[in-house]
């Protein structure tokens, strides 16, 4: 057991589980079988117990150079240590502008603007939020409709469920919900697309769905769509081919502003910089957060097309432009982290290292066809998901016992109901893809 770990241990043994609220966490399971982890570090965690686990997921999506890297460690450090916290509102620190102006030089078509946030959440709802600013400024002051996507996810403000079509997500707040939205159906379709290696090749056409708003609502009436690229936490969803095109085309055509939520696809994730870089489909507005620091600091932000933001600051009156804000926004830790982050990207080649390693890693998944229960595989850069048939009668109970077996065999793995959601970080090499891969079919065979 490492030093860190036995600390951890020692420390372990004497807590009391009770007074955290877990999130998005069954809390009186876990609290009867906690799962605590003491440190990380590169491809791996390190438990409590001092367990090796191999992160097949990244964390949450989100550390996609690996963990604790030591510059962005050391950025943060220094950060923390020369100017701990800036005002951001009539006040600002260079960090922010620097990373603002890095970040707008990856950014593909005429994205150049950055709005700083904290979270995928607020990336979300900052982004519903600029569209209908933009709109008043133009003077289209009834554009204030919006229009997501069944399966997806937006993060869980009022904004992003409302958009956001997750059941559970939405039930208990059904009744104060953004009145105004409707829903595309999503593109999941395992009649048509089972063991699809990439891009499914059926469901462009669901695309058109949005006609059938327009038909309803009116065009003059729906200021933005916004879907996320690939579907992620609703269990790896990959957009059929052409279907991303097919919607831009139809958002142009009705004068409509186009959303990607890359708050997982964003920073690499599928072996380009973005999604929009890889499906060659460019959005009016983006929103990120996870890997734009790693994670090593929440940050998120909204990248904005360089007309919506002329648009919205140049047409209104001298003064504050846009009312909205967060107290952490372009916080000088997250600059410090985003920075150091994008440098560890480009020195280490990790995108294009993703891509190159994107077909050993479909191979890898697609070894699993014909395992037992496995009724679809599908990927997309270094993104997985293993489709489990549900137990009679109990959803989602096959896929947690994988994921606790998985972790109790050392490899962290990530369940959507019976979905396996895999995201390693883009450092694994082959051998680990291997070691993932293998244990996640063993504990598959393994549970009933
Ligand atoms: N949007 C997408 C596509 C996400 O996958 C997530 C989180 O996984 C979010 C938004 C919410 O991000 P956060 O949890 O940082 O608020």
Redesign the pocket.
Known sequence: MTETATIANALASELSLEELWMPFTANRAFKRAPRLLASASGMYYTTVDGRRVLDGTAG??CVNAGHCREPIVRAVQEAAATLDFAPGFQLGHPYSFILAERVAEMLPGDLDHVFFVN??????DSALKIAMAYFQSKGETQRVRFVGRLR??????FG?ISVGGIEPNRRAYMAQLLPQVDHLPHTHDLARNAFSRGQPAHGAELADDLERIIRERGAETIAAVIV?PM???TGVLVPPKGYLKRLRELCDKHGILLIF?????GFGRLGAPFAADYFDVVPDLM?V??GLTNAAV?M?AVFVRHGVYDTVVNSAPAGIELFHGYTYSGHPLAAAAGLATLDVYESEGLFERAASLAPYWEDALHSLRGVTHVVDIRNLGLVGGIELEPRAGAPGARGFEVFVDCFNRGVLARVTGDIIALSPPLIIDKRQIDELIGTIGAAIKAIA
């Not at 997806?152 to 403000?157: K, T």
């Not at 939520?261 to 696809?265: G, N, R, S, Y």
């Open positions: 949450l999506w979270s995928g959440s607020e990336a979300v997806g996810y937006h993060g869980v403000g992003g996320e579907a992620g936490s939520d890359e708050v997982i696809t929103t957060a996870k929440p998120g």
